[in-house]
């Protein structure tokens, strides 16, 4: 539904040409789709692992909400409370979720059988762009930075080869960038 100024906007944007910004040769074509085919998975079903697998006990939603307490500007009551009270929501909201997404009872396993699909899907290559990364590369490597140095990662590295793969991404972005590359989580920086 194409959303016209003015008008009501649909109840969801759909933005047709998403997964095809940067293809532009027709050659391409079959990595094109391929690329394609890990974004779309990357968006429709790894996202949906990340906040039950974050939440997933009382404990590690409180380590989550250590990050907001520990690099916001507040107060020791708000810190308290925010950490409290956000780490319960979080972790209901990421019972929810579960349910939503049709997650297994346990789900560190799902988390590590689609990151085992995500390695798998390398080949044998250090990315999935092979010798560079490509967009897939960049939007799961975001999707990791989300909850890289919380136990939810920690467990990740130990039991899937998902580690080996985001070093090679994160130290190719620092290769490639003036300022190098900040992780998503502030508490490891410096680590």
Request: with cysteine; hydrophobic share 35%; charged share 25%.
């Amino acid at each position: 539904k194409e959303w016209i100024y003015g008008k009501e906007p649909p109840t969801k944007v759909v933005y047709p040409n998403k997964y095809s910004i940067m293809e532009s040769d027709p050659d391409l074509h079959q990595e094109a789709v391929r690329v394609k085919k890990w974004r779309k998975w990357i968006d429709d079903h790894f996202v949906h692992m990340i906040s039950p697998n974050v939440y997933r006990t009382w404990e590690e939603s409180l380590v989550a909400f250590d990050y907001f307490t520990n690099n916001g500007n507040f107060t020791d009551f708000q810190k308290t409370y925010i950490r409290y009270i956000g780490a319960l929501a979080m972790f209901k909201i990421g019972k929810t979720l579960k349910k939503r997404h049709n997650l297994g009872e346990n789900v560190r396993l799902d988390m590590y059988a689609a990151l085992r699909k995500w390695t798998k899907g390398l080949e044998g290559k250090p990315f999935n762009g092979g010798d560079t990364p490509n967009m897939a590369d960049i939007e799961m490597w975001g999707m990791c930075s989300a909850f890289h140095g919380m136990p939810t990662w920690e467990d990740a590295c130990k039991n899937t080869k998902i580690a080996a793969w985001y070093n090679r991404m994160e130290a190719h972005l620092n290769s490639r960038s003036s300022v190098g590359v900040v992780s998503a989580n502030p508490t490891l920086i410096g680590t």
